[in-house]
């Protein structure tokens, strides 16, 4: 059983910025990748950004050179720091992970949300 705890959402002007915090927790061997998505108004959940546990990350082109992946593997803990915020930011921020349990399962867990509000 894994845990993930989101922390870090709030209420910004434009061009402020917020660090999301992501923390897993339980029987983990190991954590693969770990991601954090928007929910949009239709509830689906679009891919932000990502890290691997050997540092690869990617970005959607829409927060490119404005938010930063980056992860602590001896934490497994996952940080974005969400830079330069535009109000189109605006939306809950899941964080997901994709590990292997100590039972050498691999399974992926979502956070419970955190909200980001950005004002214009």
């Known amino acids: 059983q894994v845990q993930l705890v989101e922390s870090g959402g709030g209420l910004v002007q434009a061009g402020g910025s917020l660090r999301l915090s992501c923390s897993a927790s339980g029987s983990i061997f190991r954590i693969n990748t770990m991601g954090w998505y928007r929910q949009d108004p239709r509830q689906y959940r679009i891919l932000v950004a990502s890290i691997t546990s050997g540092g690869e990350t990617n970005y959607a082109d829409s927060v490119k050179g404005r938010f930063t992946i980056s992860g602590d593997n001896a934490k497994n803990t996952v940080y974005l720091q969400m830079n330069s915020l535009k109000p189109e930011d605006t939306g809950v921020y899941y964080c997901?992970?994709?590990?292997?349990?100590?039972?050498?399962?691999?399974?992926?867990?979502w956070g419970q949300g955190t909200q980001v509000t950005v004002s214009s």
């Open positions: 997901k992970s994709i590990h292997t349990e100590t039972t050498g399962r691999s399974y992926q867990y």
